[in-house]
């Protein structure tokens, strides 16, 4: 990925320069392994902050509480509460499920607890994507137990038509087919999770590595 640095004048009075690191945001050299982009950066963006608004006007005046589902929730996440003009906080739980492979194994195991009690919280548990479900739904049952005011899940994907339980996204940011899917945050064999956009990969690099 090329990088190149532009200056710009300092603040006033300072006659200091300011360098910005500019992105290529093309990031080519993972893209050669991409079949498609399926959600541009800028379409990505303009949902989150459509999002954030919606967010922060229904949480006006409430303690509230962001829960990140790791690692595949913590680049929307960031961008997320970003768009989110309150006083907030954050937690994190890290959670597996799917290993290296692309199938769900709907085995839901909790390698990282909150650090946080939230009993009492507006908990607001951000995902990157809901596939089976399988995951989102163990997770709820499991923060329910902890008595929080409020539970809600804001997911940046939902996948249509393959959801083996019922379950309630209040926020949603995009349906998509029930494809494989890579970028923000998303990973295949960890790999891909710093694309800026989302994208299917192209079949044989997932042969390639099994
Ligand atoms: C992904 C994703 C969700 C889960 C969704 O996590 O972040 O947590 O799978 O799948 P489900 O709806 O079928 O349960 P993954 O296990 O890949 O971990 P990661 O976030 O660390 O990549």
Known sequence: METSLDTHPGAPGSSSEVIVPRLDRRMQTLENDLEQILLTEEEIQRRIAEAGEQIARDYAGRDLILIGVLKGASVFMADLARAIDLPLEFDFMAVSSYGAATQTSGVVRILKDLDHEIAGRNVLLVEDIVDSGLTLSYLLKNLRTRKPA??????????????????????RLFEIPPVFVVGYGLDFAERFRNLP?????RPE??????
Request: glycine share 6%; charged share 20%; hydrophobic share 40%.
């Open 150 to 171: 409020t539970l809600e899940v804001c997911a940046l994907l939902q996948k249509t038509g393959v959801q083996q339980v019922p379950l309630e996204v209040k926020y």
């Open 197 to 201: 956009y989302v994208g299917t990969l």
């Open 205 to 210: 690099v997932y042969r390639d590595a099994i």
